[in-house]
C-alpha cells in the first residue's frame, strides 16, 4: 500500500484558483458536468467490478445502446449511476444539508432498475464482504445507526474541514453498510455531494489503486484510525482539482 501524505492546505489553494473561474460560460461548466457522470460512473462501477470500459460506459448513458457481450447488470448499473449523479448535481446547488431522505434518493435512484423491491430501502439481511473480517452492523439496528449517522452531519459539517468532513461521510457510511448492495457507490457520491456543497469538485477514486483504497478502508475498520482514509482521500480530492483546473485552462 502507498503512503498518502495530507494535501489539504495545497487543494484549498487550488480551490481559490479554480474559483477565479467562477464566471465560466454556462456551456462549458455543463460540459464539465457531463464529462465527470461519464468519469465517476465508469470508475465508481470499475471499482465493484462492473466490466463497461469508459467508452462503453458513455455511448449507454448518453446513446441507450447496449453492449454486445456485456451483462444486463452492467447497463442498468451505468444508467442507475447516472440518475444518481444528475440528483446529487441538482441538491447540491439548491441546499448546503444532508438529509436521510436524500442517502435513501441516491440509492433509489442507482439501485431501482436492479432490483425494485430494495431499492432505497434499508437491508433486512446481514451483509457479509470478501477479504475483511470486520463485522457490519446486524439489520435490526442500521435504521438507529442511520438516524445517529444524520444526526452527525450536521455536527461534524460545521467541525470538520471540508475534505475530511466529505471523507468521514463515505467512510461512516461504508461501516454501516445500510443497504443489500451499492454501498460503496453511494458512499462515493455521497462523499461528493459534500465535495461540490463546500466548493470542491467531483473526486473519482480511479479503478487502477483499488487495491489502497479497499486496504485503507480495512486498515481503518481494524484499528479505527480514520486519518489515512482522510489523507487518502485529500490526494484523490488534490488531483481532481488539478484536472478540473487543465481542463478549464484548455477551454480558454
Given at each position: 500500500?502507498?503512503?498518502y501524505i495530507?494535501?489539504?492546505?495545497e487543494c484549498d489553494q487550488l480551490k481559490k484558483e479554480l474559483e477565479t473561474f467562477c464566471l465560466f460560460p454556462a456551456p462549458v461548466l455543463k460540459q464539465l458536468k457531463e464529462y465527470y457522470k461519464i468519469n465517476l460512473t465508469y470508475t465508481s462501477n470499475a471499482i465493484e467490478g462492473n466490466s463497461l470500459t469508459e467508452s462503453e460506459t458513455k455511448v449507454v448513458i448518453e446513446d441507450g445502446i447496449t453492449i454486445g457481450g456485456k451483462p444486463l447488470?452492467?447497463?442498468l448499473e451505468a444508467l442507475g449511476h447516472a440518475r444518481a449523479y444528475d440528483f446529487i448535481y441538482d441538491l447540491a446547488s439548491n441546499k448546503k444539508t444532508i438529509i436521510e431522505a436524500?442517502?435513501?434518493k441516491m440509492h433509489q435512484l442507482f439501485y431501482e432498475k436492479i432490483d425494485e423491491n430494495n431499492a432505497g430501502k434499508y437491508r433486512q439481511v446481514p451483509v457479509f464482504v470478501s477479504g475483511t473480517d470486520f463485522v457490519f452492523p446486524a439489520p435490526t439496528i442500521v435504521p438507529g445507526l442511520m438516524t445517529g449517522f444524520v444526526h452527525e452531519i450536521s455536527t461534524n459539517q460545521?467541525?470538520?474541514h471540508p475534505l475530511e468532513f466529505a471523507a468521514w461521510l463515505h467512510l461512516q457510511f461504508v461501516n454501516i453498510h445500510p443497504f443489500v448492495d451499492?454501498?460503496?457507490?453511494?458512499?462515493?457520491l455521497l462523499m461528493n455531494l459534500a465535495l461540490l456543497q463546500s466548493g470542491?469538485?467531483?473526486t473519482i477514486i480511479p479503478p487502477i489503486i483499488r487495491a489502497d483504497y479497499i486496504a485503507i478502508i480495512r486498515e481503518s475498520q481494524r484499528t479505527g484510525?480514520?486519518?489515512t482514509f482522510y489523507d487518502f482521500m485529500s490526494n484523490q480530492v488534490w488531483e481532481a482539482l488539478q484536472e478540473q483546473l487543465r481542463l478549464i485552462k484548455g477551454a480558454k
Open positions: 500500500m502507498s503512503e495530507s494535501k489539504i492546505k447488470r452492467d447497463h436524500d442517502i435513501l460545521e467541525k470538520l451499492g454501498n460503496g457507490r453511494v458512499a462515493r470542491y469538485v467531483i484510525n480514520k486519518k
